[in-house]
């Protein structure tokens, strides 16, 4: 098994969070994930828009599987997130995590979310700390 399907094993078995909110892992190569959600009543907040915390929980999975595909444990040290377009129930939202930088300890991560026809939501960036520990 290689460190790419070790990574989509590991979050996609332990990421009780992200199965709860109903992300859905659409693709996944090192350095790179696509994962969509389709926006229900329960992901909306007081105002009936999507609740940024799903959105946030969105880009947090394709950071971490994008990041975690070299096949070293990677944990966040830092998120800034852009909101730039509410959304609501029926949409479907797609988050790519791209990697800008990798070094021996670190990465940077970009991460674009697209609602269904392709319009930005949100833009993210993520740095990670890259442990020693395999996965």
Do not use: P
């Not at 994008?66 to 944990?75: F, P, T």
């Not at 797609?94 to 609602?115: C, F, H, M, P, Q």
């Not at 960036?125 to 996965?135: A, N, P, Q, T």
């Amino acid at each position: 098994m290689d460190s790419v399907e070790r990574a989509v094993r590991r979050i996609t078995s332990n990421d009780r969070f992200a199965r709860l909110v109903g992300t859905e892992i659409q693709e996944v190569r090192t350095g790179y994930a696509r994962v969509s959600l389709k926006i229900e009543d329960k992901h909306l907040n007081s105002v009936d828009i999507t609740h940024g915390s799903v959105v946030f929980t969105l880009v947090d999975m394709a950071f971490a599987l994008a990041s975690n595909s070299h096949g070293q444990v990677s944990l966040a040290l830092n998120m800034s997130i852009n909101f730039l377009k509410a959304t609501a129930a029926g949409d479907i939202l797609t988050a790519e995590a791209t990697e800008d930088k990798l070094t021996n300890r670190t990465g940077l991560y970009r991460i674009i979310v697209n609602d269904e026809i392709g319009e930005i939501v949100c833009v993210a960036e993520g740095l990670v700390y890259r442990k020693k520990e395999l996965i």
